[in-house]
T-cell receptor, first 115, second 113 residues
């Protein structure tokens, strides 16, 4: 069991550029979640997938944010036309479905800095 | 709707002293409750969870928490603090079909030698 992995761990980009982050969940987990954590705050839910289906995306912060999980394994989170307010830690978590869906395991996060 | 309030953004204890981190929640459905720990520049590690079984929950590293429905609380305790416990702790609530976690703002625990 290798745990949830995220890549890159750190990303520095200039305002207006597009960025994409990757998350690889625990292999047998079919649910995958994205959260955003800003300085001094707890993580905030963005979206989640069950297998390849995106079941809730209403919390994605704007239409500049999009997420995919094309084959039900890894997922990507893209931010287009980045703004300084997008600077945050982006966390991915995964879980089993059903009774154990509440037990989410987090990756190390991708820290985004927009200059 | 669900929410979590963590009382005290910063708690400082001496090594060997009792650790008490407070969490109150609000939920319109029966809640599942969690405590996570976050070390600097790392993700969150699950310490313990309440999922409607026993109200006193034991977790890793000697931590435990008690679910009190009448007080809508889920406070985290540890009898004797170690230096390695210094970290940020987050209380979270979940409930409903999407299983999303709603977190509090966190409590930074400092352990003094």
């Amino acid at each position: 069991d290798t745990g949830v992995s995220q890549d890159p761990r750190h990303k520095i980009t200039k305002r207006g550029q597009n960025v994409t982050f990757r998350c690889d969940p625990i292999s047998e987990h079919n649910r995958l979640y994205w959260y955003r954590q800003t300085l001094g705050q707890g993580p905030e839910f963005l979206t989640y997938f069950q297998n390849e289906a995106q079941l809730e995306k209403s919390r994605l912060l704007s239409d500049r944010f999009s997420a995919e999980r094309p084959k039900g394994s890894f997922s990507t989170l893209e931010i287009q036309r980045t703004e300084q307010g997008d600077s945050a830690m982006y966390l991915c978590a995964s879980s089993l479905a059903g009774t154990y869906a509440y037990e989410q395991y987090f990756g190390p996060g991708t820290r985004l800095t927009v200059t | 709707a669900q929410s979590v309030t963590q009382l005290g953004s910063h708690v400082s204890v001496s090594e060997g002293a009792l650790v008490l981190l407070r969490c109150n929640y609000s939920s319109s459905v029966p809640p599942y409750l969690f405590w996570y720990v976050q070390y600097p520049n790392q993700g969150l590690q699950l310490l313990l969870k309440y999922t409607s079984a026993a109200t006193l929950v034991k977790g890793i590293n000697g931590f435990e928490a008690e679910f009190k429905k009448s007080e809508t609380s889920f406070h985290l305790t540890k009898p004797s603090a170690h230096m390695s416990d210094a970290a940020e702790y987050f209380c979270a609530v979940s409930g409903g079909s999407n299983y999303k976690l709603t977190f509090g703002k966190g409590t930074l625990l400092t352990v003094n030698p």
